[in-house]
Structure formats: C-alpha cells, structure tokens
C-alpha cells in the first residue's frame, strides 16, 4: 500500500493514467455502441454488442478496483471479504439462467401433452 | 476512551479497523446491487413485450459518467493530498468531488423529470403512442382543473348530478377534492332528503341532518358516527338475543350436537325490532346545478350513467366523452403490435396497415410510409456495405424492429425538416437531449395534435415504474445509486468542511477517514460504469 509521501507522490502518474483510460473507455463504449460501421454483430444492438459493451465496463470497473481501490496490493482480509461478495453476486446471476428452463412455458408443465408450447417471447424482433 | 485500531494496523488483519468495516459494507452492497442487476436480466429476458432498448438519450449519461469518473479521480488525490499533508490541495480537490456529485444529480433530476411529464397510451391493438397529454383548449386557453393547474393525465369526465357516499368507507382527502372540483364549477353537493334515525333505544325518529344540508367531511363523520354506534348496539342487541336461545335450545336438547339444533335456533326479529337504532349505511347528496368532474382512471369504474369511486362513492350522472388528448405526439410505436402479429402468425406489416390509427388519422398514415421509405434506405445501404449472405440470399445486416417499427420523436423531427420545417441550432438540438422534443420551436407540423376516443385507451401511464418493467428497474437502479451518491457526498463534505480540527491533532486519522470515504465513492462510481452501457447503449 502506498504509505509513504513518497510511494504516494510516485503513484500520482498512475491514478492520472488511470482516468485518462476510463474516460478512454467511456467513449469507446459509446462509440461501439452508435457508430455503425464499429458495430459488432448483427446490425443494431444484439448479443455481441452486450458482450463488447460489458467487456468494457468490467475492464473499467477492475481499474478502479485495482488502483482507485487499492485492491492490486491489499491485505488478505479484504480479499477474502469482498471475494465472497462476488461468489454470492456470480451465484445469484447464475440463478436468473433458471428462467431460460421454466416449466411455464412447457405445456406438459399444464398436463396437457398435445399443446404445442408458447414461445418464450424474444425480447428484440428481427 | 481511545478507539483502538483506527491509525495503526491491527496485527491480525493488518488493516486499520474501519478499513475491514468498509470492505464488510462494499461486499453487501455489491450483493444488494448484483440483485438488482439480476433482476434486469430475469426482466429482460422474461418480458412479453419488446424491450424499449437503447431509449434513453445518451449524451447526458456520457457527461454523468464523465462526472463521475472525474470525481474518483479528484477523490483519489484529496486522499493523497492528504497523505502528503497539504490541506489547500485536499480542499480543493474534495470541493471539485462534491461539485462532480452535485452536477450529476441535477443531470438526474432533469432526466427524471422529462420521464415524469412524458406520457404513452398502449392501444387495444397494441400501438404504443407517446407524446404531451393535455385537453382541448377551450377559447384558445389551456382547461385548468379545479386547482388551477394544466391537466396533464388521463382523465375520466362525468357530468355528476349526484353522489352517494358510504357512511363507513368515505375518503375524507376524496370527499374535499369533490367540494373543490364543485365549488370551480359553481355547484353545490347538498344532501338529498332528511337523514333521520332512531338514535337511542325506545327513543322516537329524530333528523339527524336535515335537507339541503351542504356537504363536509364534518357531517359525513357526524353519520358515520351515529351509523357505527346504532351498528353496534344493535350487534350486541342481537348476540345476546342469540346467546338466550341457544342457552334454552340446549336445555331442552341434552345431548344432541349443535349443528342438529342449528335449525331451531332463531331470533326473533319483531320482537327486538323496537330496541333497534337506525343503520345508514349510505347517504345520498345531489349536485345541483349538475357539475362536471375529473376523475384518475384508478380511482373509478366508470359507467354510462351511474359510476363507483374506490370508496365506494356512487356517482349518478352521465359519462362524458373523455378522450384523451395529445397537444404533441412525440413517438408512435408498432413494435409490440407487431410482436402480437408475429407470435400470432400473422404478417406484421398487415397489421400495422390494418392498425386502427393508420386507419383513423392521416398523419399516422403518412408517417408510416415515410417511414417505410426510411428503412428501405437504410436497407439498400446495409446491403451495400455488408452485401447479401450468397447461401441463404438474405442480407448479411437487416435493420433492426426499432427501426422497423418505431417512429420515435427524432424520425418526427427529420420528417419535418425533410420537409421544409427550419431546424433547430445546435445548442437547440443539445438541449433536446436533455429535455426532450422541444414542441413550442418545432410546432404542431412536427408533433401533431391527437384525440383518442376513451375506447381506444387500453392502459395510459406516464413515463413511471408503472408504465413497463423496464422503467421500473431503470429507476430502481439509478434511483438507488443517486441515493448513493447523495450520501457519499454527504460524508465527503463533512470531511471537508468539520475536518480542520482533526487535521490539526491527528492528520493521519483523518486521512485513514478520507480513504474510507473514497473507497464507497469508488465503489458508487463502479456501479454507475455498469449501470450506464446497460441502461443508455442496450
């Protein structure tokens, strides 16, 4: 951890890289996300534009874990408590994969087998 | 008493104390968080309507995470500043911190409250129409109500002649607005006939409120009162009653069960008739000269002539056309319809051409084939740039159902201009971003005025968590968040301002402080860097 005024003094550079970068990022995510020709996937927003898109903002988010928060030279403690945070966080995104598998869009959900099933609705039209 | 640990690291942890107490609080907040954004997923993926993706305006988010990102940084080096004992350095860059904040939540505010004066109609047919909801201007001036102040929602219009209240479950807040909207239009709400009752056992009939009595929250207690005393009296009147015979039918039936007597087991009701007080149960005023009142959709199950509030309040009196009245329609959206069309195997381009408000108005008609002629540009471009798969022979990129089928108020304002309109300047067009379509410059050719008959309004809301699920994790997420920021800046602001003193006796606890403070506004920053692609670019 950058204790001393000195370390501290040294780090300045690094904290400015830092920001320079995020609002670097910042733009490419917009960018991506409204120029057309650096549109990934299908035309419009998709899959592929979700993927690029959070891809950046982990990038982002784990900068500002890493330097902002220290978390690149911190203690074991805090590893192991915010650690745990996101295992909770991972299982519960996990979770939401469950409704992918409901039963209600199955008709032998309902007992009646003949029923051809509902279409899980798509949630973009193409 | 010295807290321990709060300079010097703790041997076991190695940490200062409230360091270890920060990192307990940030992993239950990025659980309490993740839920949340869960919660869009399961939303998202679960909606049975398209998803109004990338609907919000992106240049105000951009600046919000611009703020925000400056600010960690400018937190970091009042941190530093610190660390390195130089006060001026850390009042600055802490004063730019709490500026950053202060700007992104008025960025907010304005986003919110665009939101909160933006209204959509969802047709039985499942047009979506989006645009500034007021009356008819009658003499050329906008229709106050009865507070004085524009109509800007749906409203339910009944010419009421009379009223009947429910003594036990009037609204008291319910029975004011009807004496304001009554006394705007210069009517009086009397009590219709006599209200009289016996209201003391083996006592004669007494009025208890005569005819032609005005109406007040005062005489509606002052009835109900009376009604819930002679309810209960005469509940009592009756138990006991009831008690005496089921004594005496079990004494003349030993042994046998209750429910074999049951039958037998009878009050007799003219005898207890004299000892009885008079229920009402309901009172009926009438509204004279006939007044005509607004009601929230909510709050009424209208009918042709006679009308029931939630509290159960009948209203008599004739229902007047209420149609709901765009002065600007902003946005027109087939997506869903054509969601419906699709899941029902129909072609949804038919049944948009078959959509009652292509049929009904004629600037539906035109901006529908306007932009029909859009998207088949685009098409042609896109096959163009991204050619045609040679397997299937369908483009390799098609536009997307936003495109398709959304004439939203930026396609509104390019089909104007394509047609002569003046356009807006550039500072014009930037507060648009902020504010939304700014109707008084771009008038009435650009955003045309609608009336939708009451028939044709399937559910009406404004841009509020109840309109879709999409709002109501939109504002779940970023109200939360803006909470978060208005206390991190809290905390940060007290450092700043009451941090002088300890700055002086222990400079190093105040820095240790600073640290923490820093940490959350992070983590409030770190939030925010998923919260902006996920709400303003998918």
């Given amino acids: 951890m950058a204790e001393t005024p000195d370390a501290i003094r040294k780090s300045i550079r690094t904290y400015l890289f830092v920001g320079a970068v995020l609002f670097i990022g910042t733009v490419v995510t917009v960018m991506v996300a409204t120029v057309p020709w650096l549109d990934v996937g299908n035309h419009g927003f998709d899959a592929w534009d979700a993927v690029l898109g959070l891809a950046i903002a982990t990038t982002k988010a784990s900068l500002v874990a890493a330097v902002f928060m220290h978390l690149n030279h911190e203690k074991k403690a805090v590893y192991w408590l915010f650690g745990s945070g996101i295992v909770f966080v991972t299982a519960l995104f996990g979770l939401t994969a469950l409704a992918k598998s409901d039963p209600i869009h199955d008709s032998r959900f309902y007992g009646k087998e003949s029923v051809t099933p509902a279409p899980l609705a798509s949630p973009t039209l193409r | ?538």
């Fill in chain 2, 1 to 538: 008493m010295e807290i321990p640990y709060i300079v010097t690291p703790r041997k076991d942890t190695g940490l200062f104390n409230s360091k270890i107490a920060i990192w307990l609080f940030l992993a239950s907040e990025v659980m309490l968080f993740g839920g949340f954004f869960s919660a869009y997923v399961f939303l998202r993926i679960g909606a049975d309507y398209p998803w109004p993706e990338r609907t919000l305006p992106v240049l105000p988010g951009l600046i919000n995470t611009f703020i925000l990102i400056g600010s960690s940084v400018t937190v970091v080096f009042a941190w530093a500043s610190l660390k390195m004992r130089q006060w001026r350095r850390f009042q600055f860059f802490m004063t730019v911190t709490i500026a950053c904040a202060a700007i992104f939540m008025v960025l907010k505010g304005l986003e919110y409250n665009v939101k909160f004066h933006h209204q959509a109609v969802r047709l039985p047919d499942y047009t979506v129409i989006e645009g500034h909801l007021g009356y008819e201007k009658e003499k050329g001036k906008e229709v106050l109500d009865h507070h004085g102040r524009k109509i800007e929602e749906n409203r339910i219009l009944i010419e009421a002649s009379g009223l009947t209240f429910s003594t036990v479950r009037f609204h008291t807040p319910w029975v004011e607005e009807l004496l304001s909207q009554a006394a705007h239009r210069n009517a009086k709400i009397t009590l219709a006939e006599d209200v009289s009752a016996i209201t003391r056992e083996g006592q004669a009939v007494g009025i208890l409120a005569k005819a032609g009595e005005p109406l007040s929250p005062a005489l509606l207690e002052r009835l109900q009162e009376a009604h819930l005393e002679a309810r209960s009296h005469n509940g009592a009147l009756r138990t006991a009653a009831l008690r005496e015979k089921w004594t005496a039918a079990k004494a003349e039936n030993p042994g046998k069960r209750g429910w074999q007597i049951a039958s037998g087991v009878n009050i007799d009701a003219t005898a207890l008739e004299p000892k009885l007080l008079t229920e009402i149960g309901t009172v009926a005023f009438k509204v004279d000269p006939p007044a005509r009142m607004n009601f929230k959709p909510r709050d009424v199950r209208e009918g042709d002539t006679q009308s029931r509030l939630r509290d159960d309040t009948v209203i008599d009196g004739k229902l007047l056309a209420s149609p709901m009245v765009f002065h600007n329609v902003d946005a027109i959206d087939f997506r869903h319809l054509a969601m419906k069309a699709v899941e029902k195997g129909q072609d949804p381009m038919a049944a948009i051409e078959n959509s009652w408000l292509i049929n009904n108005h004629a600037f539906a008609r035109e901006a529908w084939e306007w932009n029909k002629a859009e998207v088949a540009k685009l098409e042609k471009t896109l096959i163009a740039t991204y050619k045609v798969d040679p397997k299937t022979g369908k483009p390799n990129r098609e536009p997307t159902a936003k495109e398709r089928y959304r004439i939203g108020w930026k396609e509104f304002a390019k089909k104007a201009e394509d047609a002569g309109r003046p356009k807006l300047g550039f500072w014009g067009r930037i507060s648009e971003e902020f504010k939304g379509p700014n109707y008084a410059a771009r008038g009435e050719e650009t955003f045309p005025h609608l009336s939708l008959p009451r028939e044709q309004i399937g559910f009406s809301s404004k841009f509020t968590p109840a309109w879709n699920t999409y709002y109501a994790i939109y504002f779940t997420i970023t109200g939360l968040h803006g909470l978060h920021v208005i206390g991190g800046a809290l905390v940060l602001a007290y450092y700043l301002f009451f941090g002088r003193k300890m700055y002086e006796s222990n400079p190093e606890w105040l820095a240790n402080r600073v640290e923490i403070g820093g940490l959350f506004w992070h983590f409030v920053d770190l939030v925010w860097i998923f919260a902006f692609p996920i709400f303003y670019l998918m």
